[in-house]
């Protein structure tokens, strides 16, 4: 099979190897994103996928817009596209050079958690089973026909990279077979309405911490945005990111610092209590809870609060 393939992140590098790695295929080009300015050099950066791309010997295209490599693909003569994470909708003209179709790799159950931050809402949400689901891109958001699809269960302390990268890794020998499927001629099949979900784009101002939660809830939040944006409360009228907050024992009024344990800060909720147990204060980096009791100092009745 001659394919192409879509893919931008960390997250799309084990499908592209793993299509890579397979005898019966040839990727014939990689599509990615531009270089994008990092750091606070703001010197542009190659994103994983190019540089995956490049050290296994395969043309790199990274157009502004889709668009404008539809006279490549075309000429390319492909029996199919591969898409992970590429980072922007393909207009039908792009659709309509990719063969047999393209092949997209998304980390849900669909149509459960339709949309671009599907592992960290299923967190969110309290879920305990996602999964992978490989299915032919049509014009709408996720909604097009299903190939095959693979249960995974979540971890009860599993942060959104973990999970992520682990779904890689799990979903990268799926989306291979997909694409020998629909090539041999295999019928996806359409996807139902019941059970339709979505999983937007998550922001800083979507992950504030709100201490009048249950615990639970507010242990799901905080793993739910680790590694990024992470979430965020304040502590002495800074601003404090927490990476890992895990249920303990604890009560008072929510928000205020109910006892200090020597791995973290415990903080009561509206029901229960969360110890803070990986942080970073503002200009700082981050640390373990016992580190920012060790340099903070907090006392039993401190607030934690929302952005001021």
Known sequence: MRIAFFGTPQVAVAALRALVAADDVEVAAAISNPDRPKGRSKRPVAPPVKVAAQEAGIPVWQPGRPAEVVDELIALHLDACAV??????????????????????????????????????????????????????????????????????????????????????????????????????DHPTPQGQDGVTFAPKIAPRDVAIDFGRPAREVADLVRSADPVPGAHTTFRGRRLKVFRAVEADGDGPPGTLSSVSRDGPVVACGSGAVRLDALQPEGKARMDGAAFVNGYDPQPGEAFGADR
């Open 84 to 185: 992970v994470a590429y980072g922007a909708l393909l207009p039908p003209q792009v659709l309509d050079a990719g063969g047999h179709g393209f092949v997209n790799l998304h980390f849900s159950l669909l149509p459960r958690w339709r949309g671009a931050a599907p592992v960290q809402h299923a967190i969110r949400a309290g879920d305990t089973v996602t999964g992978v689901t490989t299915f032919v891109l049509d014009q709408g958001m996720d909604t097009g026909p299903l190939l095959d699809q693979v249960a995974v269960p979540i971890r009860p302390d599993e942060s959104a990279g973990d999970l992520l990268a682990r779904l890689a890794d799990i979903g990268a020998p799926v989306l291979v077979d997909s694409v020998r499927r629909l090539v041999a001629g």
